[in-house]
């Protein structure tokens, strides 16, 4: 697939590497810095590419939003019309000051997303992935961890869900895109198991349910 | 410990039992009928009773809210003080209608049940843990799932952490009282996925993190 991604923070970058490393084609986008973007797509290999965010946009299958909230409708603006495409919102609606959300509750940040793409299938995931997770990959872990996602169309849920597998995450239907209520206040979850609860912030969820073998334990 | 249960359904009645079991003095308190009462501490074997709100706090370690949201305000009043006792709060703060939290982002209910209950020390635990988990027992998911909890007395997140160790579930601290802001859409999130996206209720959720032994999959 081709895929466009706009903003290329800790966030896009690990994305970006990890699906061009799985066969996409991939373009990075957005950043102050035109020579980061370049040296991304480099060391990202041949499939890579450093774009505008229209030009990254336009033949795209798939955009990944992934740039600081107060940006979102800057890279908006500038990516053009997204209509009938297939975006994953993986930002989280942090305040300035990074430490809390600016919306919630009764809203989200992937429906505010939703409204300003027009016509964007819009599923939000992988915002509560670590960015340092993505770059150690899920083999750091002891069992392998769910990226959750949710959405309201069901072609974009599909192909997210694969794309989710190929970068070795158990894909987690999590219904509608309200849903994106509680997965945002569960990024924040996860940023304190990962920066204030533990020593190490590649942290990861799973989601059990019965009738599944029981993993065994590995003896100490 | 000695257990007062304030609210006798489907949580309290669920997370009585297992106290019991593992040798805790119970109290059930709060329902419209005595009599279900009376049944629920007989069922729970010679160190559960039945007793009024009031009764049940006076005497007790550790108070486990579990009544509806909309009684909290009055459970609370009947119980009268709990200076200084640690209180579980198991509750979410649902909308009459049951399908969304009728308070969240900026607040919790953890935080307004902190506010109502003077002087005691409030910890957020099993909110996210469906009763009917607790009633199957942790057993019937393939691993140990976690039960996360948050609060900001020492003490009192230490007792929480030991009871929810000795009910099966791996204790998680999930930091400051404030961190019910997450856990309370958390527990909405694990209801979709309970009820909405899978075909049995005993949802579980794990936290994994590096460095632990890889839990070996079972053969197929």
Redesign the interface.
């Known amino acids: 697939m081709r895929i466009a991604i706009l903003g290329s923070g800790n966030m896009g970058s690990a994305l970006g590497h990890l699906f061009a490393s799985v066969g996409h084609v991939v373009a990075y986008s957005f950043s102050r810095d035109p020579k980061k973007l370049e040296r991304l797509a480099k060391s990202s290999g041949p499939r890579a590419r450093a774009a505008s965010p229209a030009d990254a946009a336009r033949d795209a299958d798939v955009i990944v939003l992934t740039v600081l909230w107060q940006h979102v409708p800057r890279v908006l603006r500038s990516a053009g019309s997204l209509r009938g495409k297939v975006l994953i919102d993986c930002t989280n609606p942090l305040t300035p000051s990074d430490d ?2 600016a ?4 809203t989200s940040g992937a429906e505010i997303v939703a409204r300003r793409a027009r016509g964007a299938h819009v599923v939000k995931a992988f915002n509560t992935t670590p960015a340092e997770l993505l770059r ?1 990959g899920v083999n ?4 392998q ?1 769910a990226a ?1 996602y949710c959405g309201d169309d069901v072609r974009a849920k599909r192909v997210t869900a694969r794309l989710i597998r190929q970068l070795g995450f158990e894909p ?4 509608a895109l309200t ?1 994106a ?3 945002e ?2 990024a ?2 996860v940023g ?2 990962a920066y ?3 020593r ?1 912030p ?17 003896r ?1």
Chains 1, 2 share one sequence.
Do not use: D, I
């Open positions: 809390a959300l919306v919630g509750h009764r150690a750091v872990l002891p069992e961890p959750c987690v239907n999590c219904g849903s209520r509680y997965l206040p569960l924040m979850l304190e198991l204030n609860q533990g190490r590649e942290v990861g969820l799973r989601v059990l349910r019965p009738g599944r073998c029981r993993a065994r334990r590995a100490r």
